[in-house]
């Protein structure tokens, strides 16, 4: 019998991650002893090409008791570990905290795959940019859904808000409810943070459809910690003004501010004034972490609690992240300087893992560069360069490499 076991709709799937697997290219290469230039993965790399890790918050991951690691956590998450996530979104803002229900999740990654299941019914699409981390897709696709897109960006460079307000039109029409995620600020993959305008904008056409249909908005800040002062607030004043008018959902994620990728700590937060909304919410949650994965990482998320909520140890790792965002910055500021002589097209970017340079036949252009020994991510309408995992002083030659193969 021949039957196939797998069922029909599991069958033909990709086994790698093309980014895994470009990083993989990447490190064979190098390791046959090739001047190889690695802008794949979105880890920040040290310039001597090690991870970077804040100290302080390995000794705390380090100093969990053993039996901490070893026990179940509540499903949900523990309500310390949930407290203090809230707290660190939501400082300055304790009637909004006081608002929020969430639950514990693998990385930002859970966060988002709770929301897309949630807040969206089986077939329908999420509402996301036309540059957008390609993860988004994979997750709508395993859960029965889609992805539906506006444009990023018009003709003059800016954030295009009338695309926005025509594809949320469409979605109200069509399926009777919108899940937008922005992914702000230090966008993956271009490197865009939106400005107290963009925001404004954006927020205006929220409004507009949020008596036509239920309407959640999720802000994915994963790389906010690395992004220009002030813009996470930004963007929290902005959703301030919506959370009375629609559902605001926060993925919040340790791996890129804590350094800990492979910890898989993150949450799912809701604002939700309603009292009995929010229990029911609650519940929902604590049903699909059962569902899903049923509990995640104790002693991860115990290391987490600590450094959020004792002084000491956050003081001291926002100090030691500083120097990280430095260094994060020098290569930011070699990138600029060197691709806008060179004429490469690219959004404004001013801090974070990644920038994405306009290309018209990404993965022909990618290719090329592959030839130079310098691996770049080709994404629908661009080269994603992550910026996190290249030198300084490398920057050159990954701009005269996409120079010429874009040429």
Known sequence: MNTPRLVPSRSGKPGDDPIFALNGEANARKAKGESIVNGTLGSLLRDDGSLAVLPTAA??????????????????????????VTDDVFAGRPHRAAQVTGCATPGGTGALRHAISMFLEPGQSLLCSSFYWGPYATLAEENGRNVATFATFDASGALDVASLDRAMADLVASQGRVLLILNDPCHN??????????????VGVVEKYADRAPVAVLLDAAYAAFGRPGAMG???????????RVLVLHAWSASKTFTHYGLRVGALLAVVPDATERKDLAAAFAFACRGTWSNCNRGGMAAITRLLTDPSLRQAVDAERRELTTLLAARVDAFNGAALPAGLRYPRYDGGFFVTVFARDPEASAAKM????????????????????????????????MREALA
């Not at 271009?190 to 904008?201: I, K, L, N, V």
């Not at 930004?234 to 009375?244: K, P, R």
């Not at 130079?372 to 701009?399: E, K, Q, T």
């Open 189 to 202: 993959p271009t490197g865009y943070s939106m400005s107290g305008a963009d925001w404004h904008a954006v």
């Open 234 to 244: 930004t963007a929290l004043d902005a959703l301030e003004s919506l959370c009375d």
């Open 59 to 84: 000794r705390a991951v380090k100093e969990v008791p053993h039996v901490e690691w070893a026990g179940y956590a509540p499903i949900a998450g523990p309500p310390a570990f949930l407290a203090a």
């Open 370 to 401: 592959r030839n130079d020994g310098v691996f770049v991510v080709p994404v629908d309408g661009g080269l994603r360069v992550g910026i996190c995992s290249v030198r300084a002083a490398d920057v050159p030659r990954v701009v005269a490499s």
